[in-house]
């Protein structure tokens, strides 16, 4: 709902506890993949050797697994900079 807000326009037609994306919601959905795909590209031009890079991208609901998730998160971008 704050992406909707912050678009200006609904990017779900919702029913009783149903969701489903509408048209706009279909577009915005294509357009962000295609970001996040060249984002990407552009990231494995620039790996180096062997280094691990690369980006990772995690969703969490609010449980109380997610101060564990960030935890290992921490770990893992010590272990892995470049990642």
């Not at 993949?33 to 620039?46: F, I, R, V």
């Not at 697994?65 to 290992?72: A, H, I, S, T």
């Amino acid at each position: 709902m704050d992406l909707e807000e912050e678009l200006g326009v609904p990017l779900f037609d919702r029913q009783r506890r149903q969701m489903h994306l509408n048209q706009a919601g279909v577009l915005f959905r294509q357009r962000a993949s295609m970001m996040l795909a060249l984002e990407q590209a552009e990231n494995e031009l620039h790996q180096q050797g062997t280094d691990l890079t690369g980006t990772i991208n995690l969703g969490v609901v609010e449980t109380g697994v997610g101060g564990f998730m960030m935890e290992m998160v921490a770990k893992f971008r010590d272990r892995y900079p470049g990642v």
